[in-house]
């Protein structure tokens, strides 16, 4: 799954912009208070780097080597955040 792809399964699943940042890219436009997936280029090689951001410091960092990765991660993060908030909001 590619950056690209993994915003639209987010937006399939309605999952608003603002619970997001994808590397500037979709989603919010920063990363505060929200899980974030950053590029980053590592010493040899391109790092794709998860995170939640709360009151500017980084939580919960885990990198990946590979974007699919990366984003199956984030994915299934806010896809049981939001079975979660359904559940419990009715």
């Known amino acids: ?3 690209n792809e993994l915003y639209i399964k ?3 699943l309605g999952i608003p912009d603002n ?3 994808l590397h500037g890219l979709y989603g919010s436009t920063n990363d505060d208070d929200k899980l974030a997936l950053v590029i980053k280029k590592g ?3 391109i790092e794709y780097e998860v995170y ?5 410091e980084k ?3 885990k990198v ?3 974007e699919n990765d990366a984003c ?3 994915y299934k993060r806010l896809r049981e955040n939001k079975e979660i908030e359904d559940k419990y909001s009715k």
């Open 1 to 3: 799954m590619t950056v």
């Open 52 to 56: 939640y951001k709360e009151r500017g």
């Open 72 to 74: 199956q991660y984030v």
């Open 10 to 12: 987010l937006k399939g």
């Open 43 to 45: 010493i040899h090689t």
């Open 64 to 66: 990946f080597a590979t």
């Open 19 to 21: 619970r997001y940042y």
């Open 59 to 61: 939580h919960s960092v």
